[in-house]
């Protein structure tokens, strides 16, 4: 799929969507954020995580490298069985996948056996420990304010 965004709430829009068709399927999944400084993954970050009842204010966590928010779903929404985290993960100081500490990130990679939610900006950092069933969301520069947004594998 294929989206042109004209604006921050054009792409948390297009982000909010793809989270409420993932809490649909009643399973966890992987997202790898990929796109140049300044595209706006944290912005496609901040649409997905209100969608999910994230209240939290949400920043880029490159200097912790990750952060975790419980999920609260609003009203009308569906629910999923058991706890549903979303991991916010940024690999922006990242040279190699050894260089996370991040004790369990193996298990949040498994998404089948959980219904948690990872989103990783600049994904391709760390693209070799990244499991083959992932979701891909690509942004890229158009002009100052318009972003192509193309996301695979969903």
Not at 31 to 59: D, N, P
Not at 66 to 82: I, N
Request: proline residues 3%.
């Amino acid at each position: 799929m294929i989206f042109t965004s004209h604006n921050v709430k054009e792409t948390q829009k297009i982000a909010a969507d793809l989270a409420r068709k993932i809490i649909k399927t009643k399973k966890g999944a992987v997202i790898a954020l990929k796109g140049e400084l300044g595209a706006g993954k944290t912005v496609f970050v901040r649409g997905f995580a209100k969608a999910l009842g994230v209240k939290s204010k949400i920043k880029s966590p490159t200097f912790v490298l990750m952060k975790k928010y419980p999920v609260k779903l609003r009203h009308g929404a569906s629910k999923v069985s058991g706890g549903t985290n979303l991991y916010h993960l940024d690999c922006y100081r990242i040279d190699s996948p050894r260089d996370l500490k991040i004790p369990e990130l193996k298990e949040i990679l498994t998404t089948s056996h959980n219904h948690n939610i990872l989103l990783i900006e600049w994904a391709e950092r760390i693209q070799k420990i990244l499991p083959k069933k992932r979701i891909t969301v690509h942004i890229d520069h158009v002009d100052k304010n318009v972003r192509k947004i193309k996301i695979d594998n969903f």
